[in-house]
């Protein structure tokens, strides 16, 4: 399951990326720089709080899950198992 959370996590992060006040909210936010969040993609944290990110602003998460097609609740399950959290 970790597999599909981690595909989804960087289809989100495409989005995020997609609109640039949102992906300088996302570095601002996590902390990350850019070329950090480039060699950091293959961790589970950085993916976790990329999820995290989305179900932190509600309009960014149905947003998201409208573009990609799946339940908002499907990223925020994501997140949580990501995060080592229960679903």
Known sequence: MLEDDAALALHALGWILSDEPRA???LALTGLAP???RTSLGE???LAAILAFLTAHENDLVACADAMQVPPASIAAAAQRLEGTPA
Request: no cysteine; proline share 0%.
């Open 24 to 26: 300088e909210r996302l």
């Open 35 to 37: 070329d950090e969040l």
């Open 44 to 46: 589970q944290a950085t």
